[in-house]
């Protein structure tokens, strides 16, 4: 597994908390897998894609109808990324 730097983590925190987590050799397997699953069954709302080897991440909300990329240094709550707007 060495060679699977990306990681995608999704979280949940309604009805019950849960952050799933999942390892890719590549970006683009990462980015896939998270818009593939974000918001799906309106269970996982927020999503990292992070980089192991250089600590780089990335944060996206699922606003209940799209993916928004969010570049803030705070986290937000389910009730407040639905609020989002791009």
Same mark, same amino acid.
């Given at each position: 597994?060495?060679?699977?730097?990306?990681?995608?983590?999704?979280?949940?925190? %309604?009805? !019950? %908390?849960?952050?799933?987590?999942?390892? %890719?050799?590549?970006?683009?397997?990462?980015?896939?897998?998270?818009?593939?699953?974000?918001?799906?069954?309106?269970?996982?709302y927020c999503a990292v894609i992070s980089d192991d080897r250089n600590s780089a %991440?990335?944060? !996206?909300?699922?606003?209940?109808?799209?993916?928004?990329?969010?570049?803030?240094?705070?986290?937000?709550?389910?009730?407040?990324?639905?609020?989002?707007?791009?």
């Open positions: 597994m060495s060679g699977e730097k990306w990681e995608v983590c999704l979280v949940a925190d %309604f009805p !019950f %908390f849960e952050i799933w987590c999942k390892r %890719f050799r590549s970006y683009r397997r990462a980015r896939r897998f998270m818009k593939k699953n974000l918001g799906q069954n309106h269970v996982f %991440f990335e944060t !996206f909300y699922w606003n209940g109808e799209k993916i928004i990329r969010w570049d803030k240094p705070w986290v937000l709550s389910r009730r407040q990324a639905l609020a989002l707007e791009d």
